[in-house]
């Protein structure tokens, strides 16, 4: 059975959809990631236009958000004051990127754009992950190891506006979590990903918070970055599908769910090497298309 | 099938009318076996059965040319900067038909030479096509124009020289038509010609409506005329879905 999306104005068969959805849930549940950064690419690749697969996977990832952030508040590990200021930040950089999104679509450079930023940053996360983890399977490999520090202070964190945040044991410059929310923000716009694959790293490594605090706080501040770009993309282009995203999301929340039962059953760090590989393989490919001769390197475009 | 049974009906009707009105001239009539081309949430392209008769003279040669509404184009052409492909050129077509397939009998060369194709204007080239730039130069006009053209085959939206028109005994003519899923909704065009040594002899146009219907065309007037209530809309059906996730799936 087919369905005509009535937003992207194509026909796709619904199975290819919830099978989609499926999959990627199945990946994010078992990794404990968002899963835009696959879900994106792949709409764009199934003939889904990019305006339409990134507002409407930002659409997407308000509701895989939500769900998921219940189970953290219960648990009682957001930090609300942190989550503030990072969706200040989000809100910032969030209505850039919509705003250099469409400029960028109006010139056709678009997919070129949302084509090198998947190169450039999930080919640094994904390094970095495969590196991490690797180290990590070699310390288990040799016990007695010693544990580093908590975290570590720099001069980042000296900034002025110094801000203290009781939940996540910081007294660090609102500036720094406002800065790196606002890049994210930007980021998340234009590739249609929450962008947890940085903005959870930069919050342990950079911020120095508790690793218990910041999936949940992550999540807390993704839910409005992206229903912000849900709605300034509803406005601005009319390219957000709730359709094709309540298609996903069916599909989403059953693989999720196998995909979490598959997870448990390895260790944190072999799930993170795997992980990377899967990053990895989605920036090598979008690396490829980028350099490779196209089979027509014209190309046609309906304007509105 | 309903289609066939009309299709027969129809041509002898038609038939039957020149019988009792005749005519010194060729006539020509075509009708499509669909008034109006729905583009319902289901919809996956449409196959539409194009069916007329000629009386006067046997049919020698039909030309079928199904139009769709003219659209602006970008055609842009990517070139290899520092080792990466981008699109570097782009043109506009002002009024290109967003639809185009024209279909005879027998090879279209064949039956018009290249002088009446351009005077009855038959073919993207012969139709007038604006272009956001004046391309003076011979060599690059032909090859964004062929671009173009092959781009828009690929599509399955433009489609010359096809030869699937049947003619029976002379006087009852049909074709298939398939609508693919990527059409643009409005007005389309369909001239049939009937052509003899050459020359023109008889010509019919028809006109067939395709528009979103139902639920699917709601949706997107919705997030067209109320876009702003429409993103606001899309988040809370989003939050509402992921607190029902959540709750359908809790851990005791």
Redesign the interface.
Known sequence: ????L??A???MHIAVVIGLGGGVGFLSGMFGVGGGFLMTPLLIFLGVPSAVAVSTEA??I???????V??HWRRGNVDFKMGGVLLAGGLVGSSIGVLLFSILRDI??ID?VIR?SYVVFLGITGILMLMESVRAILRTRQPGAKRGKLHQHNWLHGLPLKVRFRKSKLYISALLPFFLAAFVGVLSAIMGVGGGFILVPAMIYLLGMPTYTVIGTSLFQI?FVT?NI??????QT?T?D??L??LL?VGA?IGA?FGARVGALLRGEQLRGLLALIVLAVCMKLFFD?????E????????K | MTSHLSYHLVAILLLMMNWAYPVQSSTLVADLDLDQVSITIDFNGESLLLFGAVSGGTASDIIVIFKGPDVPLALRKKERASGIWMNRQTIVWQNAPSFYHIFSNRTLDKVLSKDQQIRLRIGAEHIGLRTSEAMLDKEKARAWRSALTRNMTERGLWKFDERNVSIIRGALFRAPVYLPANIVPGEYEVRVLHVQKNQLVAEDTTYISVAKTGIGAMIYAFAHDYSIFYGFFAVCFAVFAGWLAAAAFRKQ
Do not use: C, K
Not at chain 1, 1 to 4: A, T
Not at chain 1, 296 to 303: A, G, I, K, R, T
């Open positions: 059975m087919y369905i005509y009535p937003i104005e194509i026909s659409n997407q308000v509701a895989s958000s939500v769900s998921g219940l189970a056709g450079q070129l090198l839910i229903a849900t709605i300034l993309q509803s406005v009319q957000v709730f359709v995203a309540g999301l929340v769910q980028l350099v490779i001769t196209p027509d390197v014209f190309s046609v475009e309906f304007l």
